[in-house]
């Protein structure tokens, strides 16, 4: 069975840093691109970063770009999200997704974690 | 990198077909067969219903389909039902390499 578990958020000062985490199992996950998405409160979804299966592609949300850094490792099979200089806005449920296919083009994410809650506030 | 539009609201009554479109442009709808759509029901993480267009995840129902002409992508979802009613969103690949979300459509079974 394939699993996906978020930990890391919290409450946070603006201006903060934190780290997300994204365990998995149940696929051979560094077969895998991985994405990070998130909603804010009362929302929709919006994409925020992915990850190549071998790390040397990443791409990010202009809204997150030059403050988050998807990372992974595959020793643990788990996806991070080091989030820095952390604004209001960056308030939300943060997901990690699985992209659909392990080979070849395709597009969709057909696993998700349960979301873990990042709030910014002072 | 604007969110591709979807319509804020859908309505039908049970047994009725129903079409969510998802408009961007050449850059994303238009220039790849990379759209999926989910469903989100409050509270939970969200649910992939059809991937690259018109494929369909095997554990979801054939009553959801979906398409795609020029730059805007639809979701049908035929004999409605009451367990249908949640928010869904379309998804897209972008020219930048980057990925796009719809801002949602809340669907409403009468």
């Known amino acids: 069975e394939v699993q996906l578990l978020e930990s890391g958020g919290g409450l946070v000062q603006p201006g903060g840093s934190l780290r997300l985490s994204c365990a998995t199992s149940?696929?051979?996950?560094?077969?895998?691109?991985m994405n990070w998405v998130r909603q804010a409160p009362g929302k929709g979804l919006e994409w925020v970063s992915v990850?190549?299966?071998?790390?040397?592609?990443?791409q990010y949300a202009d809204s997150v770009k030059g403050r988050f850094t998807i990372s992974r490792d595959d020793s643990r099979n788990t996806l991070y999200l080091q989030m820095n200089s952390l604004r209001a806005e960056d308030t939300a449920v943060y997901y990690c997704?699985?992209?659909?296919?392990?080979?070849?083009?395709?597009?969709?994410?057909?696993?998700w974690g349960q979301g873990t809650p990042v709030t910014v506030s002072s | 990198q604007s969110a591709l539009t979807q319509p804020a609201s859908v309505s039908g009554s049970p047994g009725q077909s129903i079409t969510i479109s998802c408009t961007g442009s050449?850059?994303?709808?238009?220039?790849?067969?990379?759209v999926s759509w989910y469903q989100q029901h409050p509270g939970k993480a969200p649910k992939l219903m059809i991937f690259?267009?018109?494929n369909r995840p095997s554990e979801v129902s054939d009553r959801f389909s979906g398409s795609k002409s020029g730059n805007t992508a639809s979701l049908t979802i035929s004999g409605l039902q009451a367990e249908d009613e949640a928010d869904y969103y379309c998804?897209?690949?972008?020219?930048?390499?980057?990925?796009?979300f719809g801002g949602g459509t809340k669907v409403t079974v009468l």
């Open positions: 997704a699985k992209k659909v296919c392990a080979t070849g083009p395709c597009g969709g994410l057909d696993y």
């Open positions: 149940g696929f051979k996950f560094s077969d895998y691109v």
């Open positions: 990850i190549s299966e071998d790390s040397s592609t990443r």
């Open positions: 050449n850059s994303d709808v238009g220039g790849y067969d990379y």
């Open positions: 690259d267009v018109s």
């Open positions: 998804l897209s690949y972008t020219s930048r390499r980057t990925w796009v």
